[in-house]
């Protein structure tokens, strides 16, 4: 039976990667697949890996219908085997649903990749729908880490170089794009330093402060924090 699934996990983990090896492999085979992508990294219409790998799609857009464009494509004589959708967190919970038509209707495997939740830890839309709709939900096991060697679980974005917490919820940028000065970045952290807003550039420079300790102040001020302490007097 054709199936809807949902690829998820946190930036960096290798979604687009999978994606890029689910359609080798099943274009080897002889099959024909659609692959389809919003907003990616790499530019208008362009699914990409931070592998290094890219390749051509369709660029789905707010007002861009995917099975009124499937059955447009089936019935002018085209053939399509599996449908591969990436950055699906960024499609709406109707065009989700037109996903679940292609399967339902059409008869063809959909896979959806994208992440959870956005910097401020809140649900996509796309990817709540997902979860509610589809036949299986496949967390990767690629892990992506935090700075601090734990399993990443959150993303953040990163502003100057500061982790910030309000704004749109899609800007699109790239992991490692944080520092760069009036440039969005974003970087993936255990659930521990997201809520401390501990990002691996604030953690060095803590690191290499002679007088400030990045520890968690929010037991007394309710906010994260660094705790200054005093510097050890050098021996008389």
Same mark, same amino acid.
């Given at each position: 039976m054709p199936e809807l699934v949902f690829f998820s996990g946190t930036m960096d983990c290798g979604k687009s990667t999978l994606a890029l090896q689910i359609e080798h492999n099943r274009s080897a085979r002889g099959l024909q697949g659609m692959l389809f992508t919003r907003d990616d990294r790499a530019g208008e219409g362009r699914l990409s890996?931070?592998?290094?790998?890219?390749t051509e799609a369709v660029e789905a857009g707010e007002a861009f219908d995917f099975h009124a464009h499937l059955v447009r494509h089936l019935t002018a004589g085209g053939r399509t085997?599996?449908?591969?959708?990436?950055?699906?967190?960024? $499609?709406?919970? %109707?065009?989700?649903?037109q996903l679940a038509r292609v399967v339902d209707d059409l008869g063809i495997d959909v896979f959806a990749f994208g992440i959870t939740t956005d910097f401020r830890t809140k649900l996509f839309p796309g990817s709540q729908r997902l979860m509610e709709l589809a036949d299986r939900i496949e967390v990767l096991q690629v892990e992506a880490l935090c700075w601090c060697g734990a399993r990443a679980t959150h993303n953040a974005r990163t502003v100057d170089g500061r982790m910030v917490v309000e704004g749109a919820q899609v800007v699109v940028g790239d992991v490692g794009g944080e520092? $760069?000065?009036? %440039?969005?970045?974003?970087?993936?952290?255990?659930?521990?330093?997201h809520r401390r807003r501990l990002t691996a550039a604030a953690a060095r420079?803590?690191?290499?402060s002679p007088d400030v300790l990045p520890?968690?102040?929010?037991?007394?001020?309710?906010?994260?924090g660094a705790v200054r302490v005093s510097a050890p007097r050098p021996p008389a």
């Open positions: 890996s931070r592998l290094g790998l890219v085997d599996y449908v591969i959708a990436d950055e699906a967190q960024f $499609l709406s919970p %109707e065009q989700i649903d520092g $760069l000065r009036g %440039e969005v970045g974003y970087e993936v952290l255990c659930r521990r330093h420079a803590g690191t290499l520890v968690d102040a929010q037991g007394r001020s309710g906010a994260a």
